[in-house]
């Protein structure tokens, strides 16, 4: 069981409320220890952790209450992303649905659809929206991209700034990385560093997360590097996990904050508003000038 309670932080003299679940039993800062990075938990209270600090490289937007973030002044072009999937395709059509393009609040288009399974639903999705679509890693025999086609595709052909993972069940080859360093964002159904690595993925994470007795769960988006579910974590969102809950009940709670919480963290990228401290840990600056 959870309880609901309220913690307030401030920054720069701003004082904000952040709201989340925690454990019964489990006091806020063992939570922040046991889950860091949760929206709203392992923040320091009151304290300023901007020395050294550096911002993503790409600045539509900036906080001006936040020291460690410059404004760039006006608006920017849509950034283009590239999206990966290897199933239906939920969250690459959230993703899409969140655009300024369909009225959204990110600012960004999807430029490319990539699967390594090129009848998915996402990839059957995309081209009936009239979205290119790639095939990488093809089948042996069949017909796809080989690692350094894929970074010229998507750097050359379609100039994508960044690279989203929306259930991409392959590992990303070294090339892709190095290209998209610090641009490639995963989203994983479980709170890493917990239930990640080879192998979980989809329903598997979360018949592991009720087999183990967790009391929460919930989706990590993270930047992507040559190791499964290794990157450094950008966002989390909690759900909890109730004693009588299937794996099917926790994947549809989870399912519903991945839709919010991808999009929350790539128009936090576009906009120039993810910072990085001095031991490499990214934190989100939002709009009102709030760390998360």
Known sequence: EFLHSTAQRTTNGTTSTASPFWPIGMSPAALASALPCISGVGSARGQTRTTHARRHPRSALASMTDPAVSTSGGSAKPAKVAVFVSGGGSNLRAIHAATVGQGGFVNAEVVAVVSNLPNCGGVVWAAENDIPTLVYPPKKGE????????VEQLKGVHAADYVLLAGYLRLIPAELCRAYADAMLNIHPALLPAFGGKGMH??????????SGARCSGPTVHFVNEEFDKGKIVAQRVVPVLPDDSADDVAAKVLQEEHKVFAHVLAALVDGRIVFRADGVPYIVGLDGVRE
């Open 202 to 211: 989809g329903h598997y994470v979360h018949e592991a997360v009720v087999a």
């Open 143 to 150: 017909e796809g991209l080989t690692p350094a086609e894929l």
